[in-house]
């Protein structure tokens, strides 16, 4: 499939590869794909949150973020973005996570949680250039299984080499320093990419 992007004013038909599906009646999805069509063979993989509006047939404003700043730079080398989340869950408001867990047991959510992980192992190598943008726990999130989740997947990216962030003209974290920013916010530009060392 392919959807439209906006950069600089021009409107470009990018294909997109959605792995979108129903398990046990709950939306989830655990890769988005964009090939950027250009001449450059490197992948960046971008964990963020969880999904959120974007299908395989229409994107949304943090995709289009995301897709704009690799695109317009090409001093990175990327030629595919591989999206993926924390949270496979997929949920317009990240909020609506708290309710989410809190319907699921723990055995069924560590399944969800689990075949997430199995998945992005089928694409994510050492020549993968690996980006961390989750920002902050949700309002009302439990803080702790956050920091948890948040540890073991900063754990299983590190395996394959160095693992990025992105600096905003903001700076480079958020929430007190501890998180990596998320690209959804309207209040920051993506400006740069750097090495995310951050003990979380």
């Given at each position: 499939?392919?959807?439209p992007?906006?950069?600089?004013?021009?409107?470009?038909?990018?294909?997109?590869?959605?792995?979108?599906?129903?398990?046990?009646?709950?939306?989830?999805?655990?890769?988005?794909?964009?090939d950027?069509?250009?001449?450059?063979t490197?992948?960046?993989?971008?964990?963020?949150?969880?999904?959120?509006?974007?299908t395989?047939?229409?994107?949304?404003?943090?995709?289009?973020?995301?897709?704009?700043?690799f695109y317009?730079?090409?001093?990175?080398?990327?030629?595919?973005?591989?999206i993926?989340n924390?949270?496979p869950?997929?949920?317009?408001?990240?909020?609506d996570l708290?309710?989410?867990?809190?319907?699921?047991?723990?055995?069924?959510?560590?399944?969800?949680?689990?075949?997430?992980?199995?998945?992005?192992?089928?694409h994510?190598?050492?020549?993968?250039?690996?980006?961390?943008?989750?920002g902050?726990?949700?309002?009302?999130?439990?803080?702790?299984?956050?920091?948890?989740?948040?540890?073991?997947?900063?754990?299983?990216?590190r395996?394959?080499?160095?693992?990025?962030?992105?600096?905003?003209?903001?700076?480079?974290?958020?929430q007190?320093?501890?998180?990596?920013y998320?690209?959804?916010?309207?209040?920051?530009?993506?400006?740069?990419?750097?090495?995310?060392?951050?003990?979380?």
């Amino acid at each position: 499939m392919k959807f439209p992007i906006k950069s600089k004013g021009i409107e470009l038909l990018l294909k997109v590869d959605s792995d979108e599906k129903f398990k046990n009646g709950i939306k989830i999805r655990n890769r988005y794909s964009i090939d950027l069509q250009n001449e450059y063979t490197q992948t960046a993989s971008i964990t963020c949150l969880n999904p959120s509006k974007a299908t395989k047939t229409k994107s949304d404003y943090t995709i289009n973020k995301i897709v704009n700043f690799f695109y317009e730079n090409n001093k990175y080398g990327i030629g595919r973005l591989d999206i993926y989340n924390l949270y496979p869950f997929y949920l317009t408001d990240s909020t609506d996570l708290v309710h989410m867990f809190a319907s699921l047991e723990s055995d069924y959510y560590n399944e969800f949680i689990d075949n997430n992980y199995e998945e992005m192992k089928k694409h994510i190598s050492c020549k993968t250039q690996n980006i961390v943008a989750w920002g902050g726990y949700p309002s009302g999130f439990n803080q702790l299984t956050y920091d948890e989740d948040v540890k073991r997947m900063l754990k299983f990216l590190r395996k394959f080499g160095k693992v990025y962030s992105f600096k905003t003209n903001w700076g480079c974290f958020t929430q007190k320093g501890k998180h990596p920013y998320h690209p959804s916010s309207r209040f920051n530009n993506l400006v740069d990419i750097i090495e995310y060392n951050h003990k979380e």
